[in-house]
């Protein structure tokens, strides 16, 4: 019996030792599992932070892409409008242009009219001086006449001037520039 007692106490003695192996790997199975919670709570954490940070991105992702589309729409309502302001200012410049080229041409036809007046001009003060001086040689020649040859009269003749005279008549421009007296012929 005593090799049954000590072969009890034996076997005793190794299950109080694989019973303290089982106790202290339990206890170290709870460690970690309590590490593993603590673990897990925190990752649980971070996970919960992370689909806030998540959900707020995607927040802010949609406010900044309906900025972003209507920065969009405005730049291009912006383009349009410039390139509309660009159409009506090469519009308007090609009719200034054209305008311009008008009145250049308006102008030089002026010029020219103004130079072809300013020659008639000369040339009907040239014309009237001539014809003052007819008239005074006429006059002159009508005083003289009818007193040196009052038998013609008498012949109803009209006495016709001389081939040879001609009268003197200074047309300078000084003359043809200043004012003349029209002078009616008294009869």
Not at 42 to 65: C, D, F, I, M, V
Not at 113 to 127: M, V
Not at 136 to 150: D, L, Y
Not at 169 to 183: C, G, Q
């Amino acid at each position: 019996m005593e090799k049954l007692l000590v072969t009890a106490n034996g076997r005793n003695k190794m299950t109080d030792e694989e019973l303290q192996a089982a106790r202290a790997d339990l206890k170290r199975v709870k460690s970690e599992l309590v590490t593993s919670l603590s673990r897990c709570e925190r990752l649980a954490e971070e996970l919960q932070r992370a689909r806030t940070t998540g959900a707020e991105s995607e927040s802010a992702r949609r406010e900044l892409a309906t900025q972003a589309n209507e920065l969009t729409l405005k730049l291009r309502e912006a383009e349009s409008l410039r390139v509309r302001r660009d159409r009506d200012a090469d519009a308007l410049r090609r009719d200034i242009d054209t305008r311009m080229d008008s009145d250049r041409y308006e102008i030089g036809q002026l010029r020219t009219s103004l130079e072809i007046a300013k020659s008639e001009i000369r040339q009907l003060r040239a014309e009237r001086a001539i014809l003052t001086g007819q008239l005074e040689v006429a006059r002159s020649e009508r005083a003289g006449g009818a007193v040196a040859s009052s038998p013609l009269d008498e012949r109803d003749e009209v006495r016709m001037p001389a081939a040879s005279f001609t009268p003197m008549i200074d047309i300078s421009e000084k003359s043809l520039r200043a004012p003349s007296v029209d002078s009616t012929p008294a009869e």
